[in-house]
Structures are given as C-alpha cells and as structure tokens.
C-alpha cells in the first residue's frame, strides 16, 4: 500500500514515493537531493509574500503572472528570479492558498509547463 503523496518543502512538486523510504516517509521533506542542496533561503519566502500581496490588492478573480513577483522582489535583475517565483507557486498551492491556472482552468503545478497564471484558491 502506497502512502499519502508529500510535496516538496523546495520545489513543492509531489514527492513521488519510494520503497527504500518506507520506514522513514514521515521524515521526508524533499523530493532530490537538488533539492535538498537548495533548500529554502530568504528570497523565497520574499516571492511567497510578493505572490500573496499582489494577489491580495487585486480583485477577488484577477489572476497574476509569476514574473510579477520576480520583478517585486528582483527589481531590475528579476529574470533569474522566475523558476523561483514558480517554485515558491507551488508551494503556495500545496498550502492551499492560491491556485495554478493555464487559459483559465486549474492545472496539477507537478506538471504545469509553459506559461502560467496564478489566483487565489477558490
């Protein structure tokens, strides 16, 4: 019997599992060692709050575009803050506060490819 799936406490993917975790899946916190190596540092907590101001003085439905937060907290160099304001997305949705979309419908941020929009959870 597979466990309850995990999300990633860095890139918030599911944590696909594994038989070798077995006796230790409550314990597992990060779905590669990448992961592990990157953790979670100050500028991503930083686009995780971006991602909820921004949200939290548009309207109700109005969605945003990752890179709204990059340029936030980036400022003029906030290109290489994109895959991050992404990651710090999917951790948002893991915590049930916003929601992924793609041309208007909600996507699996495990899969999501190209561009995306984010909304809060409805």
Sequence with gaps: MTPAPKV??????????RRRWA??????????????RRGLKAVDRDLEQAIRDLLGVRARDATICPSEAARQV???????????ARRAARRLVAAGEIEITQRG???????AKGAIR???AR
């Design 8 to 17: 990633c406490a860095g890139c918030g993917r599911e944590i696909a599992w």
């Design 23 to 36: 006796n230790d899946w409550e314990h597992v916190r990060w779905c590669s060692d990448t992961c592990r």
């Design 74 to 84: 980036g400022g003029e160099d906030w290109r290489p803050l994109m895959e991050p």
């Design 105 to 111: 419908r909600v996507v699996d941020p495990s899969t």
């Design 118 to 120: 984010l909304r809060r």
